[in-house]
């Protein structure tokens, strides 16, 4: 992946933009962020399958469970 930074002197306004490729600690830490969002969006699917069949067992509608929580 291509890295683009741009930086800015505050004194004189010069833009510098560079562009490079991604250093290997970056590729590591990219696809760790991605693998641990992956999980939490899993986990949150598997919350919420397991919400709806309670709900579902127990016969209440998601409003119904609202009213309940307070």
């Known amino acids: ?3 683009i930074e741009k930086t800015v002197i505050a ?3 010069k ?3 560079i ?3 991604e250093t290997a600690a ?3 830490a990219r696809l760790d962020a991605d693998k641990a969002l992956a999980t939490r969006q899993a986990e949150a ?3 919420a399958t397991q919400k709806a069949a309670l709900l579902a ?3 209440i509608t998601a ?3 609202k009213l309940l929580i307070g």
């Open 15 to 17: 833009e510098t933009i």
């Open 1 to 3: 992946m291509i890295i």
């Open 45 to 47: 699917e598997a919350a």
């Open 57 to 59: 067992r127990l016969g």
């Open 11 to 13: 004194q004189t306004g």
């Open 63 to 65: 409003d119904e469970a």
């Open 26 to 28: 970056e590729l590591k």
């Open 19 to 21: 562009e490079r490729d």
